[in-house]
T-cell receptor, first 114, second 111 residues
Framework: GAGVSQSPSNKVTEKGKDVELRCDPI?????LYWYRQSLGQGLEFLIY????????KSGLPSDRFSAERTGGSVSTLTIQRTQQEDSAVYLC????????????FGNGTRLTVT | LAKTTQPISMDSYEGQEVNITCSHN???????ITWYQQFPSQGPRFIIQ???TKVTNEVASLFIPADRKSSTLSLPRVSLSDTAVYYC????????????FGGGTRLMVKP
């Protein structure tokens, strides 16, 4: 079946511009995560959505970052006034929820801020 | 937070068995142990998950001692296509922000 889809796959933007990254999770998955991966590094947790509960935003690095999830499905990660240090791969994952349910990842959006 | 520690890198040769150990000394009662594989330009892919003792599937085995403070991913007879980064993740899926990945182990399989 269809996996997690992210768009765009690549995004180049100028410093100071706003960007929106989209994630389409697997249908029926109630949990959705955003992670950031800098070049050659591990995954940094950003934000977590579970059903209709308030999202866990504890990983967002600054108030320039925000995310929403509409109708419990599609999610958008927005970065305002982008900085060069925002350059990274932004990965989205979804799961059925529950303690042991594994995460299914998309292939990410590679963001380059010039 | 159940912090994980893995070797940064490992080398192996085709046909050998590879064992990658992850330390997680402060694992919580509700935490599961999950391993992922990541190729360049792709998102991590689920390999195997366990809670205790041994789990085996078609691609790997996972060994977890009784105290659960570590786990070992075992890849039998690796091939060149197993060259990737392997991440150990320890956490409770009900606590989203606790699903924190460590730095991963970069496995290089040589011919």
């Amino acid at each position: 079946g269809a996996g997690v889809s992210q768009s765009p796959s690549n995004k180049v933007t100028e410093k100071g511009k706003d960007v929106e990254l989209r994630c389409d999770p697997i249908s029926g998955h109630t949990a959705l995560y955003w992670y950031r991966q800098s070049l050659g590094q591990g995954l940094e947790f950003l934000i977590y959505f579970q059903g209709n509960s308030a999202p866990d935003k504890s990983g967002l690095p600054s108030d320039r970052f925000s995310a929403e999830r509409t109708g419990g499905s599609v999610s958008t990660l927005t970065i305002q006034r982008t900085q060069q240090e925002d350059s990274a791969v932004y990965l989205c994952a979804s799961s059925l929820g529950g303690r042991q349910i594994p995460l299914h990842f998309g292939n990410g959006t590679r963001l380059t801020v010039t | 937070l159940a912090k994980t520690t893995q070797p940064i890198s490992m080398d192996s040769y085709e046909g050998q068995e590879v064992n990658i150990t992850c330390s997680h000394n402060n694992i919580a009662t509700n935490d599961y142990i999950t391993w992922y594989q990541q190729f360049p330009s792709q998102g991590p892919r689920f390999i195997i998950q366990g809670y205790k003792t041994k789990v085996t599937n078609e691609v790997a085995s996972l060994f977890i001692p009784a105290d659960r403070k570590s786990s070992t991913l075992s890849l039998p007879r690796v091939s060149l296509s197993d060259t990737a980064v392997y991440y150990c993740l320890v956490g409770d899926g009900n606590a989203g922000n606790m699903l924190t990945f460590g730095g991963g182990t970069r496995l290089m399989v040589k011919p």
